[in-house]
């Protein structure tokens, strides 16, 4: 059977140097590599401070027959020797595979186990790594390296701790290709990989130690096509000598571990999607054990997704060393749904790239590209009815397919005017004058897909009564009752109208007579069929007022119309069934018509003269205050209300004046709860038609929202 080439380089570092094993000190030649004459029988005289070569090995895993083959390589001619603890004195034994299975999904799984040759604590190593070597198919052509990939069907470490270029057969001096090729497996093509995946071997995460002695196992996760496959394994460690007396890891100096970076984790905000152009964010955080002044740039290659070269920016925070953070992009957009490998470097200031040893830190990242779902744009509102100038929150609630971190923008259109005016997932908003505000949302992913509200948030700023609040405050058969009651306006015992932003409290007056009711009418009703067609033919519905205006008045009928295109509401006159009969004015848009413009607000303030059969009506709507209104509906219930005149004024042919000043509490939703009314009803002058105030030897009818019926 002719097996896949796969060198698995292992280098696990096992530092056998007594206290003079070596001239130099800690810091001494850090990049040299130990070169001995012959087989070591001891550690003295064979350990340099820096990276230390220990060991090649070639593996065959057979998943058939459960077995695996482990086969020592010796006498390379290489510059780089090799230090054969592993295999001579005082173990022979010291390197093992154990619980080898093949998974389901047919990658190779197995632990690799090193133990510790000598017992003295001044052999301990440092971050001693094991490396995977194979054929170098995937290239990254702009950094010049070549890795193993899953994308040709080879083999590939699953679960690597980092990458690195050490001892690959592209670096000077290293004569291990040839070796294999031509005198060890004359079938098994050797490894051309110039990168590739390690695991890592440490006693204590406290500066990564292997501690003289222990035996310590790293799984390694592999995939191949093969059922059968020949791979490599070495074994490197860092090393520098340490003080007397030896305490691990303190009596060691920090150039002990490996002088580039150790470890290299990155993390993706969302996932790149299948379109061209979709973007996603790389956090790096780099961990190196001589500090973050030795960690120079981090740079990433993604060939298969991007052009060129990538570098990082450095940023905040982070729990390593150093952090960084680069904005990745599909932007080629021509991969299917998968992983795809990016190539980190971090260079360090002792790098040395192409050397032997290079000090440069690498990690292969795997990056997810996914066919991409738009999102779903949501949004809450902390409070629909603020007042003027008061902040509101908005929260983005929207959701992802993808995950919320796939948002990437989100955006508040402030007048829903099409242009988006703030961005934010959480902002605060306010509003200087009061009226209805709509506000649009808008989100988009990090592949461009956005998408809005389905309708818009809307807002009532402050006391702004809309014709269509005034309508639906209407529904048909609709029967408000007020309890009411009757009292000179200087006895004391009344609310004072007098008093422009309150608060009023009508339930501590008696309130006892009644019912007095205004109920909606639909103008289709039997009960107004006999004077319906007295009126305008677009009337819609009828205001029954019992016992609400003047007593010479029991019932009174109130013909009305919402024109929404105007913003109008337009009342075509008033049917009395016991004297006066039907009074029609005149039609829409004329002298003769009293139309309401609304919104009503503080500002609000018209008059109208309506010249009806034999008077004139002086119709009069004003805002004059606002405040917190309670009445005894719901067992005592406040409202923050509007407070309007409404003041009819009678004149005619015959020397005779009269009319009706109401004073109205309207809530922001178009609802009357309270009412305060004097009639003059010559030669009795209750209120004043020059300042529209209830003379202080007046009656007034005191009236307060008690029941609501259907």
């Known amino acids: 059977m002719r097996f896949r080439a796969t060198l698995f380089t292992l280098i696990a570092l096992l530092f056998l140097l007594t206290s003079s094993c070596t001239t130099g000190s800690g810091g001494s030649n850090l990049s040299a590599p130990v070169i001995p004459d012959a087989k070591p029988t001891n550690s003295a005289a064979t350990l340099q401070p820096g990276h230390n070569l220990l060991g090649y090995y070639i593996i065959t895993l057979d998943s058939i027959t459960g077995t695996s083959e482990v086969v020592p390589v010796r006498a390379v001619d290489m510059h780089l020797n090799v230090l054969q603890f592993l295999e001579f004195g005082p173990c022979f034994d010291c390197l093992s595979i154990a619980n080898f299975v093949k998974l389901p999904n047919k990658d190779f799984q197995f632990d690799v186990v090193l133990l510790h040759p000598f017992p003295t604590p001044n052999l301990s190593g440092f971050d001693v790594r094991g490396i995977a070597m194979f054929g170098g198919d995937f290239s990254f052509p702009t950094f010049g390296l070549t890795a193993s990939s899953i994308f040709e069907g080879n083999p590939e470490l699953l679960n690597p701790d980092g990458h690195t270029t050490l001892y690959n057969p ?39 130690y292997f501690l003289a002695g222990d035996e310590l196992s790293a799984n390694f996760i592999i995939t191949h096509p093969d059922s059968v496959f020949t791979f490599g394994y070495a074994v490197d460690a860092s090393w520098a000598k340490p003080t007397d007396p030896v305490t691990v890891p303190d009596s060691f100096p920090t150039t002990a571990n490996s002088i580039e970076a150790y470890k290299i984790e990155a993390t993706l905000n969302n996932p790149l999607a299948l379109t061209a152009g979709s973007t996603a964010t790389m956090t790096i955080d780099i961990y190196d054990w001589q ?41 080629f957009g021509f991969v299917d ?61 929207s959701t992802d397919p993808e995950g919320l971190t796939d948002i990437v923008e989100s955006w508040w259109d402030w007048e829903n005017d099409g242009t988006y005016d703030e961005e934010g997932s959480v902002v605060n908003h306010s509003w200087p004058a009061a009226g209805i505000y709509q506000v649009n949302h808008k989100v988009i992913d990090a592949a461009n897909a956005w998408d809005e509200l389905d309708a818009t948030l809307n807002l009532d700023v402050g006391l702004y009564i809309t014709l269509q609040e005034d309508f639906d405050s209407k529904p048909m058969d609709r029967v408000y009752t007020y309890q009411s009651m009757d009292s000179s306006y200087s006895s004391g015992a009344v609310v004072n109208v007098d008093d422009l932003d309150g608060p009023w409290d009508f339930t501590t007056i008696g309130l006892a007579v009644g019912p007095n009711k205004v109920t909606i009418i639909n103008d289709a009703d039997a009960e107004v069929a006999g004077f319906v067609n007295d009126f305008n033919q677009a009337t819609t519905h009828f205001s029954k007022f019992e016992n609400m205006l003047d007593p010479f008045f029991p019932a009174l009928y109130q013909a009305e119309y919402h024109h929404f295109p105007s913003q109008k509401l337009y009342i075509y006159g008033f049917h ?17 018509s009293l139309a309401i413009p609304y919104p009503l607000t503080i500002s609000t303030d018209y008059q109208f003269n309506i010249n ?12 004059i205050g606002e405040g917190d209104v309670t009445v005894p509906y719901g067992g005592g219930t406040t409202y923050h209300c509007l407070l309007l005149i409404y003041r009819f004024n009678v004149s005619s042919a015959e020397p005779v004046n009269g009319g009706t000043l109401t004073f109205a509490f309207i809530t922001d939703g178009g609802l009357t709860v309270a009412n305060v009314i004097a009639v003059n009803d010559p030669p009795i002058y209750n209120w004043n038609s020059s300042s529209n105030k209830i003379n202080s030897s007046g009656m007034a009818l005191f009236q307060a929202l008690d029941t609501i019926e259907n």
């Open 170 to 208: 592209g670096t000077a001096g290293n004569g291990l290709q040839g070796y294999l090729k031509g005198k060890l497996a004359p079938n098994f093509a050797a490894p051309n990989a110039t990168i590739n995946g390690f695991k890592t071997y440490f006693s204590n995460a406290n500066r990564r």
């Open 612 to 623: 009806v059969t034999g008077f004139v009506l002086n119709y009069t709507v004003k805002a």
């Open 576 to 592: 009395d069934p016991y004297i006066i009969g039907s009074s029609p004015f005149g039609p829409p848009d004329t002298v003769d």
């Open 337 to 397: 749904q998968g992983f795809y490998p990016v190539l980190v470097r971090v260079l360090d200031t002792s790098s040395s790239p192409g050397a032997l040893i290079d000090n440069t830190a690498w990690r292969i990242v795997k990056v997810q590209v996914i066919l991409n779902h738009a999102p779903t744009c949501m949004a809450e509102v902390s409070n629909i009815e603020p007042d003027p100038d008061e902040e509101v929150t908005f929260t983005d609630t």
């Open 291 to 331: 500090g973050p002044t030795t960690i120079q740039s981090v740079s990433l290659e993604g060939p298969l997704l991007w052009d060129g070269v990538i570098d990082a920016v450095e940023s905040a925070g982070g729990p390593g060393d150093k952090r960084f953070i680069a904005d990745i992009s599909n932007e």
